[in-house]
């Protein structure tokens, strides 16, 4: 793609907290999505991917580094308060609407500082919560809704102002596993129709495959970044970081071999599968 269609672009980005004890939670990420990707940020907990995730929607701010989004050098904008109406959809794990208020009065919120009349916020608020399947749903309260029905009402929210970028932070953590996969599903619907980046924060392989392109974290850097081809290969890839797939890579199982404790047909079924493991790997 051209560069005029890179949406996020993030240069040595750090991120330090605290003073004494230190705690370096993002270590120099270099970043580029372009706009319309869907992808997902994996890693384990302390890895630096919601925070990665906070400084793309400008909800904090870098110890260095920069980030640009949709063109914005986010260290440059005077109101970022605006600059995220504008630009960037939120869908958090906590779904966080307002309990006295109905769905289609949540997802009219974000609209209250648009110039938009009651008539045009409450039109929009209509259409998008059809998009979401819920309009049968309009008028009823948070608590009367079900974990993936009011996660749909947040998505609806989040798409509000048309923003070219939506973040959503472990988006079905709180869901079972159809409601998750419905939620997937919907979020990849929205990027194809819509042509809106999709940025998914996860623990779940499973939310991670159902996007198009995989980031992994570990100690504040991007450690892994391909596209996601198909279950088998993701799976092929996984046992390649293994301690079982490092060993069939490494030779180990070779001195197995050579002990005479494969046969024949065992060592085939090895080397293909290493061979397989390889492939999966190579960008």
Known sequence: MEQADRIVETHGLVKVYGDGAAVRALDGVDLALDAGEMVAIMGPSGSGKSTLLHLLGGLDQPTSGQVIVAGQDLATVRSLDAFRARTVGFVFQLHNLLPTLTALENVEVPMRGQPLGRGERRKRAIELLELVGLSDRRDHLPAQLSGGQRQRVA?????????????????????????????????????????????????????????????????????????????????????????????????????????????????????????????????
């Open 155 to 283: 998505i609806a929210r989040a798409l509000a102002n048309r923003p070219r970028l939506i973040l959503a932070d472990e988006p079905t953590g709180n869901l079972d596993t159809a409601a998750g996969e419905e939620i997937m599903r919907l979020l990849n619907e929205l990027n194809e129709s819509m042509g809106t980046t999709v940025v998914v924060v996860t623990h779940d392989r499973r939310v991670a495959r159902a996007t198009r392109r995989i980031l992994t974290m570990r100690d504040g850097q991007i450690t892994d970044d391909h596209a996601m081809v198909d279950p088998l290969t993701e799976d092929l890839r996984e046992l390649g970081r293994s301690p079982l797939g490092q060993s069939l890579l490494q030779g180990q199982v070779d001195e197995l071999a050579r002990a005479g404790y494969l046969s024949p047909e065992a060592e085939r079924l090895v080397e293909g599968l290493r061979e397989m493991v390889r492939a999966a790997a190579r960008p």
